[in-house]
Nanobody
Framework: QVQLVESGGGLVQPGGSLRLSCAASGFIFRNYNMNWYRQAPGKERELVAFINSGGGITNYATSVKGRFTISRDKAKNTVYLQMNGLVLEGTAVYYC???????????WGQGTQVTVSS
């Protein structure tokens, strides 16, 4: 069955770094655009980063541009989110999302908690 399994979350101090991973299985990874979303307590889920199915196009929320990097490894069916310069507002549950590049299929992971605190 389809699975998106996130890992790499945790507690980090302001200014620190984390790398999130999302391992995909049960679908044809290369046909899917991949996204990272986050949801902070009391707030709506927001799109943080996007990478297209081929890996050549990325896009970022303004709030993370220049600090976060999304990438994908087609051999490992995994998408990553490298987060540098984390700020307190980065505290949230981070979700991996797969969206088919031209059909109406979308999948979600279970989320991984990132807490930025001193």
């Amino acid at each position: 069955q389809v699975q998106l399994v996130e890992s790499g979350g945790g507690l980090v101090q302001p200014g620190g770094s984390l790398r999130l991973s999302c391992a995909a299985s049960g679908f044809i990874f290369r046909n899917y655009n991949m996204n990272w979303y986050r949801q902070a307590p009391g707030k709506e889920r927001e799109l943080v980063a996007f990478i297209n199915s081929g890996g050549g196009i990325t896009n970022y929320a303004t709030s993370v541009k220049g600090r976060f990097t999304i990438s994908r490894d087609k051999a490992k069916n995994t998408v990553y989110l490298q987060m540098n310069g984390l700020v307190l507002e980065g505290t949230a549950v981070y979700y991996c999302n797969a969206r088919h590049s031209y059909m109406d299929y979308t999948y979600w992971g279970q989320g991984t908690q990132v807490t930025v605190s001193s």
